[in-house]
């Protein structure tokens, strides 16, 4: 079955068109039809939506605008249904009446290339390459991991008809997918955003997929596109050496049985992911602990936790998420929490996209589209603002801009209502930090309906040590435990680790990082030529988007310098310094304007050294625009070595 189907002939009866309507997310479904029907007049002024704000539904459009919505949108389903419509308009002209409508002026002209990609028709593929290598020209390409964004680079490399392998740590496809296995996992951006965007499904179960339907999306996706047989599974990758004479990479493996290899290609593509290597903290006497004790990332399901009592340390976004379904089944549950988090109400976070909905996204033509599009528009760089340092903001402790501070009340609010009943609970949860300087945590109500269960208990004293019967924190007090359970995150800005990456002139990447993780637009490092990564430094988004979106953009960024050697005949290229360090200044200097780059509050978006190398702090446009094609200036060219000297 392909991922992306065709729309389905639409045939329903008037009660099965009003039935549907019922379940319809009313700002992008006026858009569609719109459009499939050529009749723009749909598109009232009336019936604009608001806009976003957490917990709003339908875009805030008021219990009578969606009335009025519903029966626009019943005729013009009929209309659809019995053939009786102008026909479509094509999406250029669509894009700038339905942005027109949707926030009240045209889109402006910056965005249009971009959203023409977004909203490309079904089945078709304007990111893909549209150029192949000439055969006869030798080069290949290893590509470490397999997960979302190594899949991605396999598609387009195969695209381009360029040889490739991936070469895979894990016995699977999916990366963290594949090793995030823990109960509740789920993304937390919807669906409809969260998808390559030219795999797009018109019928994902529910809004925020559970871990079990993304795993078998992207393992579709690579056997659709024809990935999967270039995978080599059960293979790390230790040591990448640059070979200067041959001007390649030689690339070191260890397989499962230990054996060790040695591969070449002529470029590497790194995508191991930020969130990869778990965090085991340093707390003293873990070792002594007599139960079981797993990561979340490497969950034990052999463990029964059934009656059992659950020490968790950490509360991030992990936790959050199996915390709730350990409670469901364990005898006890006591929490360790470090610092508490914000939550962004999203009522429908667990919910299953409704019958009606899911008929309209198969039925309607472009009525996917526009939803993914609205998910874009209004939930991606409108959110930015929210994270800004305002320089003049009198106190920055809890807010750092007027518009951080207007998210803080709302959040607030939020929290003060969820635990109205539990006065005892309020100020454990109540976090003392400006919002967004951590991962904001999307919630349902679960969290506070977990911690109020009558068998858990949230502990916010210092952890002072792990004995062999539990936690115990620094007032001498023991928890104890029959299971330990680290929710404690990920060595986030240890970048690559553990491979050892040796460049030109034998350069190391990690001495040359020394914690500090840089690159030139989160890909390319001087010194380190034909080596590119995907989801590398800044390029981690905290408010606005999908790291789908980021690794679209490199992955197209990348594929445009391989066509940049071919075209010029070639070997190498490798950035240059002055334009690398000259793009992390602007970057560093985007990052201390945003809530994350100055909030002093524990999180992995800053390294060792204080500084962020995860978050890229700009809007998605700005990244899109700069990926889309690599500027020869910012490199230096590395010759065919045979041909080095000879003209
Ligand atoms: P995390 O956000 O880094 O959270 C780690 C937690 O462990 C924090 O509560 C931290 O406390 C605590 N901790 C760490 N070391 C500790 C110590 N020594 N003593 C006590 N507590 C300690 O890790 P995560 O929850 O795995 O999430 C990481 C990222 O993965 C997220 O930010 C998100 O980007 C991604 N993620 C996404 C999803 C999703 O899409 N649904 C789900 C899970 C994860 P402090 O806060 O004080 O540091």
């Known amino acids: 079955m392909p991922i992306s189907r065709p729309i389905e002939p639409l045939v329903a009866t008037d009660d099965e068109l009003r039935a549907a309507l019922e379940d319809a997310f009313l700002p992008a479904l006026l858009p569609a039809l719109a459009q499939a029907t050529g009749d723009f007049?749909?598109?009232?002024?009336?019936?604009?939506?608001?806009?976003?704000?957490?917990?709003?539904?339908?875009?805030?459009?008021?219990?009578?605008?969606?009335?009025?919505?519903?029966?626009?949108?019943?005729?013009?389903?009929?209309?659809?249904?019995?053939?009786?419509?102008?026909?479509?308009?094509?999406?250029?002209e669509a894009l700038l009446r339905i942005t027109a409508w949707m926030t009240g002026s045209p889109v402006s002209e910056d965005y249009v290339p971009l959203l023409l990609e977004e909203l490309a028709p079904e089945g078709q593929d304007p990111r893909a390459p549209a150029w192949r290598k000439d055969p006869s020209v030798p080069f290949s390409v290893i590509i470490i991991g397999a997960g979302m964004s190594g899949i991605l680079a396999g598609i387009r490399l195969k695209q381009a008809g360029i040889p490739f392998t991936i070469l895979e740590k894990n016995h699977d496809i999916g990366g963290t997918w594949l090793e995030n296995t823990y109960p509740g996992a789920r993304v937390d951006v919807s669906n409809a955003f969260y998808s390559y965007s030219f795999a797009q499904k018109n019928d994902w179960p529910t809004h925020y997929s559970t871990q079990p339907v993304l795993l078998e999306y992207f393992q579709e996706c690579a056997r659709e596109f024809g990935v999967r047989e270039h995978v080599q599974f059960n293979t790390e990758v230790t040591l990448l050496q640059w070979d200067e004479d041959r001007a390649e990479w030689v690339v070191h493996v260890r397989r499962a049985d230990g054996t060790e290899e040695e591969l070449r290609a002529n470029a590497v593509i790194s995508a191991v992911g930020q969130l990869n290597r778990p965090k085991i903290p340093d707390i003293p006497g873990l070792e002594r602990?007599?139960?079981?004790?797993?990561?979340?990332?490497?969950?034990?399901?052999?463990?029964?936790?059934?009656?059992?009592?659950?020490?968790?340390?950490?509360?991030?976004?992990?936790?959050?998420?199996?915390?709730?379904?350990?409670?469901?089944?364990?005898?006890?549950?006591?929490?360790?929490?470090?610092?508490?988090?914000?939550?962004?109400?999203v009522?429908?976070?667990?919910?299953?996209?409704?019958?009606?909905?899911?008929?309209?996204?198969?039925?309607?033509?472009?009525?996917?589209?526009?939803?993914?599009?609205?998910?874009?528009?209004?939930?991606?760089?409108?959110?930015?603002?929210?994270?800004?340092?305002d320089p003049n903001w009198p106190d920055k402790s809890r807010s750092v801009g007027p518009e951080n501070e207007n998210l803080r009340q709302l959040?607030?609010?939020?929290?003060?209502?969820?635990?109205?009943?539990?006065?005892?609970?309020?100020?454990?949860?109540?976090?003392?930090?400006?919002?967004?300087?951590?991962?904001?945590?999307?919630?349902?109500?679960?969290?506070?309906?977990?911690?109020?269960?009558?068998?858990?208990?949230?502990?916010?004293?210092?952890?002072?040590?792990?004995t062999e019967a539990g936690v115990v924190t620094a007032d001498g007090t023991l928890y104890e435990a029959d299971v330990l359970i680290y929710g404690t995150g990920f060595q986030a800005s240890k970048f690559l680790?553990?491979?050892?990456?040796?460049?030109?002139?034998?350069?190391?990447?990690?001495?040359?990082?020394?914690?500090?993780?840089?690159?030139?637009?989160?890909?390319t490092v001087p010194g380190f030529p034909n080596f590119f990564m995907l989801y590398g430094p800044n390029t981690n988004i905290v408010v606005n988007g999908s790291i789908i979106y980021f690794s679209e953009c490199e992955v197209q960024?990348?594929?445009?310098?391989?066509?940049?050697?071919?075209?010029?005949?070639?070997?190498?290229?490798?950035?240059?310094?002055?334009?690398?360090?000259?793009?992390?200044?602007?970057?560093?200097?985007?990052?201390?304007?945003r809530?994350?780059?100055?909030?002093?509050?524990?999180?992995?978006?800053?390294?060792?050294?204080?500084?962020?190398?995860?978050?890229?702090?700009?809007?998605?446009?700005?990244?899109?625009?700069?990926?889309?094609?690599?500027?020869?200036?910012?490199?230096?060219?590395?010759?065919?070595?045979?041909?080095?000297?000879?003209?």
């Open 411 to 466: 959040l607030t609010a939020y929290l003060q209502m969820q635990f109205a009943d539990r006065p005892d609970l309020l100020p454990k949860v109540m976090p003392d930090y400006p919002p967004a300087a951590k991962r904001l945590i999307l919630d349902n109500g679960i969290w506070a309906a977990t911690l109020k269960r009558p068998n858990v208990r949230l502990i916010t004293d210092k952890i002072r040590e792990v």
């Open 557 to 593: 960024y990348v594929m445009g310098c391989l066509k940049m050697l071919f075209d010029r005949g070639e070997r190498a290229l490798d950035v240059r310094k002055d334009v690398h360090d000259a793009y992390n200044e602007r970057i560093d200097r985007g990052n201390l304007e």
């Open 289 to 345: 602990f007599r139960g079981p004790q797993f990561h979340s990332a490497r969950w034990d399901h052999s463990v029964d936790l059934a009656g059992k009592r659950v020490a968790v340390i950490g509360t991030g976004a992990s936790a959050a998420q199996f915390i709730p379904e350990v409670a469901k089944v364990a005898g006890e549950v006591t929490i360790f929490q470090r610092t508490p988090n914000w939550y962004v109400p």
């Open 497 to 523: 680790t553990p491979m050892r990456v040796l460049g030109r002139g034998g350069k190391d990447l990690h001495r040359e990082w020394d914690g500090d993780a840089r690159a030139y637009l989160g890909i």
């Open 347 to 389: 009522p429908h976070y667990h919910d299953e996209v409704p019958a009606g909905l899911r008929w309209l996204f198969t039925h309607v033509p472009h009525y996917a589209h526009w939803y993914r599009f609205w998910l874009f528009w209004n939930t991606t760089d409108g959110l930015l603002a929210a994270a800004k340092v």
């Open 41 to 92: 007049s749909i598109l009232r002024e009336s019936l604009r939506p608001p806009g976003v704000a957490p917990g709003v539904q339908q875009g805030g459009m008021t219990p009578a605008q969606q009335a009025e919505a519903k029966e626009v949108a019943f005729e013009a389903l009929k209309r659809l249904r019995d053939g009786q419509v102008s026909g479509e308009v094509p999406v250029e």
């Open 595 to 647: 809530v994350w780059g100055v909030a002093t509050v524990n999180s992995w978006y800053r390294n060792e050294k204080g500084r962020s190398a995860q978050n890229w702090p700009f809007n998605l446009i700005e990244y899109w625009q700069q990926t889309r094609e690599p500027n020869p200036d910012d490199y230096e060219f590395i010759r065919q070595p045979a041909l080095a000297g000879g003209d």
